[in-house]
């Protein structure tokens, strides 16, 4: 395929791979079976579910898009765009956790991390050892990846980190935090620097659980850094490279976002119509009413859209092509 073609030229197969079906039906049966019965205890209690993390783990579904040579599985983006979906399905904190793991985590360190981040952090990443968190979005610019002030300032072989980044997932459940800082403001984006910082290190510090409206079990909280010495092995790429690895990583991280979004969807129509079918009026299930069978047409039609445009954005960044407007879309 020439490195020119535009990918919406590129035609789109929709049929699952034998192995893609058995990878979603996989994480359905485990999300159903072990996720769904306690998905509203999380919610209720934000107890966060670690038993739910352990599960993934030894379902290898932390390894799913990552090389066999680090203790990946060696499958798709698609496959893990199925097995979020069906994770979300079953409990959406549980999928936010998996999406943040897989996407914001451990594969900026896959992408751009050299071989001894990747034996440091990469590996635990996928093998369920460790937990991720992704830490751009500050309290005054959210995710504008290339507007922070958390900063970098140099100090020999390490970097000495101050600021706060806000809302990040999996806060004090993690055990690494891709963080952005930035070594030079006169340079703008170009002083940014993705570095990895693992928690304990002196002067790392969280603030209070947010109290969400939902998702509400996964840690969910500020981190601060009040002269945090960082060691310079820890920054991934190069000096400058920062705002260039933030942009993408939140291309493929939109992907499994969409995944979760779909799946916290359709287990929303699966309530609607089981609720359709059970209420009686009139003598007869609301599912006989034809403005209900209409609702229940267009949810699904725009579900199946919404599966089919997070589908065809995994299914490009296989192709190895640009998919930056397809995972926004």
Request: net charge negative.
């Amino acid at each position: 395929m020439s490195a020119t073609t535009n990918a919406a030229d590129i035609g789109f197969n929709c049929a699952l791979s034998d192995e893609q079906q058995m990878l979603r039906d996989t994480a359905r049966q485990v999300a159903q079976d072990n996720f769904a019965p306690k998905a509203a205890y999380h919610d209720a209690t934000s107890e966060f579910p670690r038993d739910n993390v352990r599960i993934m783990a030894q379902n290898e579904f932390f390894g799913v898009p990552f090389p066999t040579e680090y203790g990946g599985v060696g499958a798709d983006y698609l496959s893990y765009a199925l097995i979020e979906e069906e994770i979300s399905r079953a409990c959406a904190t549980t999928g936010v956790i998996y999406s943040v793991q897989i996407s914001l985590a451990a594969m900026p360190i896959c992408n751009f991390g050299n071989e001894e981040q990747k034996e440091r952090f990469l590996k635990p990443l996928i093998k369920g050892d460790m937990l991720g968190a992704y830490a751009l979005s500050e309290p005054s610019n959210g995710s504008d990846a290339s507007a922070g002030r958390t900063s970098a300032t140099d100090d020999g072989d390490h970097y000495i980190i101050n600021g706060t980044k806000n809302f990040i997932t999996n806060a004090i459940e993690a055990d690494t935090y891709v963080v952005y800082a930035n070594t030079n403001f006169d340079l703008g984006h170009k002083g940014m620097i993705a570095i990895v910082i693992e928690k304990g290190t002196p002067g790392f510090t969280f603030g209070k659980l947010e109290d969400k409206m939902g998702i509400r079990a996964s840690a969910t909280a500020e981190l601060h850094f009040d002269n945090c010495r960082v060691p310079k092995a820890n920054v991934l790429g190069d000096v400058g490279h920062g705002f260039k690895i933030a942009l993408a990583t939140l291309d493929g991280g939109r992907i499994g976002i969409a995944a979760q979004a779909v799946g916290i969807a359709q287990a929303a129509l699966d309530l609607a119509k089981k609720y359709s079918q059970e209420r009686m009026a009139f003598g007869k299930p609301i599912s006989d009413k034809q403005a209900i069978q209409f609702m229940l047409a267009d949810m699904a039609t725009n579900i199946e859209a919404a599966r089919l445009l997070t589908w065809r954005a995994a299914w490009i960044k296989d192709q190895g092509q640009r998919y930056t407007k397809e995972a926004a879309m």
